[in-house]
């Protein structure tokens, strides 16, 4: 405890040196729009792709830092980095938003994800658009989705950091190094991240109850795991940026509006292992692999899982699975991953060439795992580079598994709609007569446009309806319903 008021104290300092380095603005209400912009520690690494600006209509420009981060893109057989861009801003009501590309002209340009329909006029080389809630976007243009802008717009928050208070951990405007590399976050504290504050080291809440993780600030990309919970009760962590924000053997955990980006290999997004309650809430996550899991026994962590929800999230996938399920678990043990659902997200993309490792949307039972009563809703998926639409199969990988799972049951799929030309055969497979996938339910499937039900208008009567859809149905499946709601 001395170690961590040690901390505190050096922190404090820090705080003071580096708060005339950034400073935050606030545009004042009109008709109900609030607009905050934070300024860049001197010693921020900044991108001169883009150059951004925000502004409530009618009012001054304001200039936003425009951050150097780093992407995955794959190359073959390997991997390269390519420095890509983040900008962000907290607002309420309705904002104009100014993005100047520095390299050259606009002969293409889109804004995602594309549900969001936000129009946008292009003068010159600047594009011009306005915003009427908060939103994690991407800005592309000519098609380079590499090298892109990364916008977050960000709600403003009701929780107003009091610098007195002996249960704040407070981090300022500019860099700071934290001691040993690792924050051990007593119970019962708050760490605020302030949006002009960049964290040089790892958040760690390990065993303890009653943490939050909140503002609009940055962990610094190099720091992996850089937000990782552990053995905890009761933890929010809300708003900032990282490359991933891991959660094990914990339970009553809220994630929302976290951007996570990582490039590196294995670069999870937020893995959920061996935990229950868990709530991951309007997330932006760009990953290196996959991008939300959930699995049992893994890293020693022991269980299962049960009411897991990911809602309102932007899912990006330079790698591996945007949504992945099951690989992980106990075969001494046999667990249950149960009642997950997942809902109104947009999936942006997925590279995979291993046929094993593809899914959009992925329910893989291996260790001894029983997968059952998840819910896929309100899901939008756009035209991925490489992968599957969905995979379900109990399955046995010899690289990362020591059985074959047990089963997957009671599967709804409602409301999916994929648009794009990219899509391999999706597979549905059980493992043997013991192991098996059974009561699945396509509800309002659409791809490209096409509804894909059993008494679909077109079908000839030889197919099976999966065969309309792109889905190769295998052995050890029972009862797959693709169905339309009824008027």
């Given at each position: 405890?001395?170690?961590?008021?040690?901390?505190?104290?050096?922190?404090?300092?820090?705080?003071?040196?580096?708060?005339?380095?950034?400073?935050?603005?606030?545009?004042?209400?009109?008709?109900?729009?609030?607009?905050?912009?934070?300024?860049?520690?001197?010693?921020?690494?900044?991108?001169?792709?883009?150059?951004?600006?925000?502004?409530?209509?009618?009012?001054?420009?304001?200039?936003?830092?425009?951050?150097?981060?780093?992407?995955?893109?794959?190359?073959?057989?390997?991997?390269?980095?390519?420095?890509?861009?983040?900008?962000?801003?907290?607002?309420?009501?309705?904002?104009?938003?100014?993005?100047?590309?520095?390299?050259?002209?606009?002969?293409?340009?889109?804004?995602?994800?594309?549900?969001?329909?936000?129009?946008?006029?292009?003068?010159?080389?600047?594009?011009?658009?306005?915003?009427?809630?908060?939103?994690?976007?991407?800005?592309?243009?000519?098609?380079?989705?590499?090298?892109?802008?990364?916008?977050?717009?960000?709600?403003?928050?009701?929780?107003?950091?009091?610098?007195?208070?002996?249960?704040?951990?407070?981090?300022?405007?500019?860099?700071?190094?934290?001691?040993?590399?690792?924050?051990?976050?007593?119970?019962?504290?708050?760490?605020?991240?302030?949006?002009?504050?960049?964290?040089?080291?790892?958040?760690?809440?390990?065993?303890?109850?009653?943490?939050?993780?909140?503002?609009?600030?940055?962990?610094?990309?190099?720091?992996?795991?850089?937000?990782?919970?552990?053995?905890?009760?009761?933890?929010?962590?809300?708003?900032?940026?990282?490359?991933?924000?891991?959660?094990?053997?914990?339970?009553?955990?809220?994630?929302?509006?976290?951007?996570?980006?990582?490039?590196?290999?294995?670069?999870?997004?937020?893995?959920?292992?061996?935990?229950?309650?868990?709530?991951?809430?309007?997330?932006?996550?760009?990953?290196?692999?996959?991008?939300?899991?959930?699995?049992?026994?893994?890293?020693?962590?022991?269980?299962?899982?049960?009411?897991?929800?990911?809602?309102?999230?932007?899912?990006?996938?330079?790698?591996?699975?945007?949504?992945?399920?099951?690989?992980?678990?106990?075969?001494?043990?046999?667990?249950?991953?149960?009642?997950?659902?997942?809902?109104?997200?947009?999936?942006?993309?997925?590279?995979?060439?291993?046929?094993?490792?593809?899914?959009?949307?992925?329910?893989?039972?291996?260790?001894?795992?029983?997968?059952?009563?998840?819910?896929?809703?309100?899901?939008?998926?756009?035209?991925?580079?490489?992968?599957?639409?969905?995979?379900?199969?109990?399955?046995?990988?010899?690289?990362?598994?020591?059985?074959?799972?047990?089963?997957?049951e009671n599967v709804l799929f409602k409301d999916i709609n994929y648009t794009g030309k990219n899509a391999q055969?999706?597979?549905?497979?059980?493992?043997?007569?013991?192991?098996?996938?059974?009561?699945?339910?396509?509800?309002?499937?659409?791809?490209?446009?096409?509804?894909?039900?059993?008494?679909?208008?077109?079908?000839?009567?030889?197919?099976?309806?999966?065969?309309?859809?792109?889905?190769?149905?295998?052995?050890?499946?029972?009862?797959?319903?693709?169905?339309?709601?009824?008027?």
């Amino acid at each position: 405890m001395k170690n961590y008021f040690a901390i505190i104290s050096q922190y404090g300092l820090m705080v003071l040196l580096t708060s005339f380095m950034s400073v935050k603005m606030f545009a004042g209400l009109k008709d109900g729009n609030k607009l905050i912009t934070y300024s860049a520690s001197a010693k921020a690494v900044q991108n001169n792709d883009f150059t951004v600006k925000v502004r409530i209509p009618g009012q001054d420009w304001k200039d936003l830092p425009e951050y150097l981060i780093k992407v995955d893109e794959v190359v073959g057989n390997g991997h390269k980095v390519q420095n890509s861009t983040v900008s962000y801003f907290d607002f309420s009501g309705e904002v104009e938003v100014s993005v100047t590309y520095n390299k050259g002209s606009i002969q293409t340009s889109r804004i995602r994800p594309l549900s969001y329909n936000i129009k946008h006029e292009v003068n010159g080389n600047t594009l011009i658009f306005k915003l009427f809630k908060p939103s994690n976007l991407s800005i592309e243009v000519n098609g380079d989705i590499f090298h892109n802008l990364q916008l977050f717009a960000n709600p403003v928050s009701a929780y107003k950091p009091n610098k007195k208070d002996k249960n704040l951990i407070y981090f300022g405007p500019g860099i700071h190094q934290i001691p040993g590399d690792v924050l051990k976050v007593p119970a019962n504290k708050t760490v605020y991240i302030d949006g002009g504050a960049i964290v040089m080291g790892q958040i760690r809440i390990e065993g303890v109850e009653n943490v939050k993780v909140l503002g609009s600030g940055m962990v610094d990309q190099s720091v992996k795991l850089g937000v990782y919970t552990a053995n905890s009760k009761n933890v929010e962590i809300n708003g900032v940026f990282c490359t991933q924000c891991f959660t094990g053997g914990s339970d009553g955990v809220t994630i929302r509006n976290v951007k996570s980006i990582s490039y590196y290999g294995w670069g999870d997004g937020m893995n959920i292992m061996a935990s229950n309650n868990v709530l991951i809430d309007g997330v932006f996550n760009r990953n290196s692999d996959d991008c939300i899991t959930v699995y049992g026994t893994r890293k020693g962590f022991s269980g299962g899982c049960k009411n897991i929800t990911v809602q309102n999230a932007t899912l990006w996938a330079d790698v591996a699975h945007p949504i992945l399920v099951g690989t992980h678990g106990s075969t001494p043990k046999p667990e249950y991953l149960e009642d997950l659902k997942f809902i109104n997200i947009d999936v942006l993309d997925q590279k995979e060439a291993q046929i094993d490792y593809q899914g959009c949307l992925s329910l893989n039972a291996g260790d001894s795992n029983f997968i059952r009563n998840v819910v896929f809703e309100n899901i939008r998926v756009e035209d991925f580079r490489q992968g599957q639409l969905i995979n379900l199969r109990v399955f046995y990988n010899a690289k990362y598994c020591t059985s074959p799972g047990r089963a997957i049951e009671n599967v709804l799929f409602k409301d999916i709609n994929y648009t794009g030309k990219n899509a391999q055969l999706s597979i549905i497979a059980g493992y043997d007569d013991n192991r098996k996938v059974k009561d699945i339910v396509f509800e309002n499937l659409v791809i490209n446009g096409t509804l894909i039900f059993d008494t679909m208008p077109g079908k000839p009567a030889w197919f099976k309806t999966s065969d309309m859809a792109g889905f190769f149905i295998g052995e050890h499946v029972e009862n797959v319903v693709f169905k339309k709601t009824s008027p």
